[in-house]
């Protein structure tokens, strides 16, 4: 730059019969000036490039590390197993099935009605979950889905009238002993039927506290103990992953 500036400089010299020193001066600063810029703008573009660099390389540890967890999930194999299942707000009509999930977020979780309080608990933590989500642009309209292990006291208007209290987009699944198992087992969601009361008929179901992320290609997503978590937490966690999707399937919302 500065060889430049110099021989820029002996040209203006030369060109000029009244050898202005003065001006040959001015120019010479002039050029200096401009090749300062010039190099401050080579600099300049340097470190952008740089920086360039290192978002890339940034998004391209974020995609990888949520490539693995992804990849992760499908070596488990869970929730991959087809199901066949009732709606309950529409019993009689389209059974609901793996497939039926795709286009949406879901939140799955196996319950049933009887139960005393963890059921209630969780539910009620899903739908505070989802409400907060809900206020916002990129996360809203995820699906909560109920899905009873106790078929034969959980009847669908029963399960309808019970979600009542709960978010309002909740669905609500059921079908028979055999459906469910073969729901639940594709989830690894456990249950046992507790010792029956003899004088009310009463019995407890232990079960998996386990909520569900669905994917809207009908993919598992994640899975939460929630009763671990605040729903806030939850909320964080979900709109991490919701994010990790979204990059690998080059959405922004
Ligand atoms: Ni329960």
Redesign the pocket.
């Known amino acids: 730059m500065l060889k430049l500036a110099s021989r820029l400089g002996r040209r203006g010299m030369s060109s000029n019969n009244n050898n202005n020193t003065h001006s040959v001066g001015k120019r010479i600063a002039t050029l200096s000036i401009c090749g300062g810029a010039l190099g401050g703008l080579y600099y300049y573009s340097q470190w952008e490039k740089e920086q360039t660099k290192k978002l890339e390389a940034q998004s391209d540890n974020k995609k990888e590390r949520a490539r693995r967890h992804f990849s992760k999930l499908e070596n488990w194999d869970t929730g991959r197993d087809d199901f066949s299942l009732v709606n309950c707000r529409d019993v009689g009509g389209k059974r609901i099935t793996n497939a039926s999930f795709k286009g949406k977020w879901h939140l799955l979780y196996f ?2 009605t009887h ?1 005393p309080d ?2 209630p608990s ?1 539910l009620e933590k899903t739908t505070d979950v989802l409400t907060m989500l809900d206020e916002t642009d990129n996360y809203s309209g995820i699906v909560p889905v109920f899905i009873t292990i106790d078929p034969s006291r959980d009847t669908p208007e029963k399960i309808v009238e019970y979600l009542k209290d709960y978010h309002e987009r909740y669905m609500a699944l059921s079908g028979s002993e055999e459906e469910i198992i073969q729901a639940a087992k594709g989830f690894r969601v456990y249950f046992t039927k507790g010792p029956v009361d003899e004088a009310s008929g009463d019995y407890i ?1 232990d ?1 998996t ?1 386990i909520n569900y992320l669905i994917s809207p290609d009908g993919k598992l997503c994640d899975y939460y103990a929630t009763t671990k978590y605040k729903p806030s937490q939850l909320a964080e966690l979900i709109t991490k992953r919701v994010d990790d999707w979204n990059l690998l399937h080059g959405e922004t919302e």
Do not use: P, S, Y
């Open positions: 319950g049933f139960c963890i059921c969780e179901l079960h506290l």
